[in-house]
């Protein structure tokens, strides 16, 4: 059926999704992820109205005033010509002749943007998307006539923050068509499937060789802006331990300086066990760090005006030097016997008789609510560890616990702990021991133990009915290494298989068990060689005799097992996660993902939320982030 311009125009309009489609006219074109804005009419000598938006694309449509070509201009708010319509970049990319655009005498629609990367004159590719979340301005040029008019394109649509495979270049196979990068630290680049600004943070002159960590958790940036010497103001971001100053405008960025090379006291190395931000004071950091095994933390003050500098090199210390500079306050002083160690010590009775020692010092974790949260690993991520919790207004120790001895923090290595903001309320990330068998803590059946099982006895943790089996092991978990916790010794005399002496601690009643397949919870102590335990799948399977039996946390969905588990610990309410009443140590027993990200109100997981307040988002149902938004109202199926 032939339709008349005018049907196409509504047609085009109503359906903005076959639009999308089409304008790109070229076979890597993909249909944006969008919602569709609504008009912005312009003004001038004929009528012009953008008709729909999204984050990297706009359709203008316009009455010219006669049959000739028209010129369009389009600028962002930084005042810069957009590459999709710069002649220079691309030939006649400013007509209204161009392929993506549709004209019928004097009605006139063109396509704004494009969702890939092409080669210009100069032989470099170029984004020929708009940015993202920003107001543009046009003006359209038909002879001695002119119209203009805004238009704002829409934010990244919310879930679709993931990035599509890099577009081939079809010209030459093995190449990709993604924007050249010049190693001009002022070129900006828009990435064409997503309309996001990319500013380079360093180029290779810089010789800066800077990484991210593996967690959706951390700040990286202080929410306090501080201002340039041009009363610009900008963000301090901390990435591998280098202090970067990024401009809240433009995205701007510019290298101040190194932090850990030279440093003003003897007990001050490089801040290798952790540097944190302070979210609410933009020039101020926290550095955990320690010589000759006395942990130490110090507050760093920048005192400057943000003017470039040099990472390979650290400001000199404000004491003997002018700004820009460092300056350094002990926050925890080894000769008053305030030192982390010393505190923890003084604080934990428990740490104490542990005998604990760590391979490295407190590795901070962030700024939550004016409290460091630090953590020590016996050796290295996932052994057992201890957490500490210090006021930085009363320059104290407040809480102290460790990753194995009191329910449901038992029998866990620690993995991580993840900053939340400004709660008090410490999201810890454990594995199980039960993880690492052969080299972990485990028991031996003696006897084979099968799918029979029998009344639970009276117990106070829930079993009841006919779900229970009684079992015969060899004696207390044992490990035949020390990897686990090598500052215990081996203790043969805890442990009846000589081929695993060393010991950390004794099973509890109420403990769970993990066998290959299944796990269980210790119900009743008959004896050391002798236990009742609750089987938690039905039906429970065969284990045969020298079948492994190793402790697991308490944590997670023990019905389905997972070496992953996860806590919320009130650390205020509950110094030392004794968990007395159940309320302070809570398990994130619905945790769908490792290193999520936890804000006031909010937890993000693996493409999931959940909502509320901690620990009330525990239980809270999953909300499945809206990957595609509605099109013209509707939405897909």
Not at 202 to 220: H, I, P
Not at 445 to 469: E, H, K, M, R, Y
């Amino acid at each position: 059926m032939k339709r008349s311009f005018l049907q196409k125009i509504v047609l085009l309009s109503g359906i903005f999704v076959i639009v999308t489609a089409i304008l790109l006219l070229t076979p890597t074109s993909k249909i944006p992820s969008s919602v569709l804005l609504g008009t912005f009419v312009g003004t001038g000598a004929f009528t012009n109205q953008v008709i729909g938006t999204t984050a990297t694309q706009a359709i203008l449509t316009y009455t010219a005033p006669d049959a000739n070509s028209c010129s369009i201009t389009v600028k962002d708010d930084q005042g810069q010509l957009v590459k999709d319509v710069d002649p220079a970049i691309f030939t006649t990319a400013n007509l209204d002749t161009r392929n993506s655009a549709l004209s019928l005498g004097t009605s006139r629609i063109f396509i704004i943007g494009k969702r890939v990367a092409e080669k210009g004159i100069d032989g470099k590719f170029y984004s020929r998307a708009l940015q993202a979340n920003t107001t543009h301005t046009y003006i359209i040029t038909c002879g001695n006539k002119v119209a203009s008019g805004s238009f704002t394109t829409s934010n990244i649509p919310i879930g679709n923050n993931y990035h599509d495979p890099l577009p081939a270049d079809l010209n030459n196979p093995g190449s990709y068509a993604y924007p050249t990068f010049t190693g001009d630290r002022n070129q900006q680049v828009i990435d064409p499937q997503t309309g996001l600004l990319i500013r380079p943070m360093t180029v290779a002159s810089d010789n800066a060789n800077l990484g991210f960590g593996a967690a959706g958790f951390t700040d990286m940036c202080s929410a306090d802006l501080v201002p340039d010497v041009n009363s610009n103001l900008g963000y301090h971001c901390l990435i591998s331990s280098k202090l970067i100053w990024i401009n809240s405008n433009t995205g701007e960025t510019r290298l101040l300086s190194d932090i850990g090379i030279s440093w003003p006291t003897p007990y001050f190395g490089p801040c290798y066990t952790g540097i944190t931000l302070d979210p609410h004071k933009g020039n101020t950091l926290y550095c955990s760090t320690g010589e000759g095994g006395v942990s130490v933390l110090y507050q760093i003050d920048y005192e400057g005006d943000n003017r470039a500098g040099n990472l390979s090199s650290v400001l000199p210390n404000c004491a003997s030097a002018a700004a820009p500079c460092f300056r350094y306050t002990m926050l925890t002083p080894p000769a008053q016997s305030k030192d982390i160690e010393a505190q923890v010590k003084a604080l934990s009775s428990e740490y104490v008789q542990s005998g604990f020692t760590g391979s490295l010092g407190w590795y901070m974790v962030g700024d939550q609510n004016g409290r460091l949260t630090m953590y020590r690993t016996a050796n290295g991520q996932d052994t057992v560890g201890w957490f500490a919790i210090f006021d930085i207004a009363t320059r104290k120790i407040i809480a102290v616990t460790s990753t194995w001895r009191h329910a449901p923090l038992r029998w866990g290595v620690l993995h991580n702990g993840g900053f939340q903001g400004d709660v008090d309320w410490l999201d810890i990330g454990l594995n199980t021991n039960a993880r690492y068998v052969p080299q972990s803590y485990y028991s031996k059946l003696t006897s084979d133990l099968d799918t029979t099982v029998q009344q639970c006895p009276i117990n106070t943790f829930g079993a009841s009915g006919v779900a229970c089996s009684t079992v015969n092991i060899d004696g207390e978990p044992c490990s035949p290494t020390s990897l686990l916790a090598p500052f215990l010794p081996a203790n043969p005399s805890k442990c009846a298989d000589p081929s695993r002496p060393y010991y950390l601690q004794d099973m509890e009643e109420g403990d769970y068990i993990f066998f290959p397949l299944e796990t269980s919870r210790l119900i009743k102590k008959i004896s050391t060689t002798k236990w009742v335990i609750q089987r938690n799948i039905n039906p429970p399977r065969f284990q045969p005799t020298g079948t492994a039996m190793a402790p697991d946390t308490g944590l997670g969905n023990k019905a389905n097992g997972g070496a992953w588990s996860e806590a919320e610990w009130d650390y205020i309410n509950d110094p030392f996660a004794l968990n007395v009443n159940g309320l302070t140590v809570v398990n994130e027993i619905n945790n769908n993902a490792t290193h999520a990200s936890y804000r006031p109100n909010v937890k993000v997981e693996s493409g999931q939320i959940r909502q509320g307040a901690i620990p009330n988002f525990i239980n809270a149902p999953r909300l499945p982030v809206l990957i595609d938004g509605p099109f013209a109202g509707v939405s897909e199926p």
